[in-house]
């Protein structure tokens, strides 16, 4: 089973920048997708942006242009830097993985402890 560890986020005045981090742990796995999700009171937890294990980027509407995903070279850890954040973009963030386990040649789905992203003035 992959782990995923979260780091980053905290608080931040509208217009200014953070950066979330997620290291993904285990064994004998392959990572097929990560990226992060984000759930704001009330709201359903919604796609913010995704990177796949050939490089293939896709944001949310409401963060193109904002928003940048990328991955380090382990392939293991991805990174959102969110930039011109809004109150909106407020929520807790999750980092997400699906991810073949080798094994078994079975895919798997898992997702971090999630992070508070708040964006007030």
């Known amino acids: 089973q992959v782990q995923l560890v979260e780091s980053g986020g905290g608080s931040v005045q509208p217009g200014g920048s953070l950066r979330l981090s997620c290291a993904a742990s285990?064994?004998?796995?392959?990572?097929?997708?990560m990226g992060w999700y984000r759930q704001a009171p009330g709201k359903q937890r919604e796609l913010v942006a995704r990177?796949?294990?050939?490089?293939?980027?896709n944001y949310a509407d409401s963060v193109k242009g904002r928003f940048t995903i990328s991955r380090d070279n382990d392939k293991t850890t991805v990174n959102l830097q969110m930039t011109s954040l809004k109150p909106e973009d407020t929520a807790v963030y999750y980092c997400?993985?699906?991810?073949?386990?080798?094994?078994?040649?079975?895919?798997?789905?898992?997702w971090g402890q999630g992070t508070q992203v708040t964006v007030s003035s």
């Open positions: 997400h993985a699906n991810y073949r386990l080798i094994t078994t040649m079975t895919d798997f789905d898992s």
């Open positions: 285990g064994r004998s796995f392959s990572i097929h997708t």
């Open positions: 990177i796949t294990s050939s490089d293939y980027t």
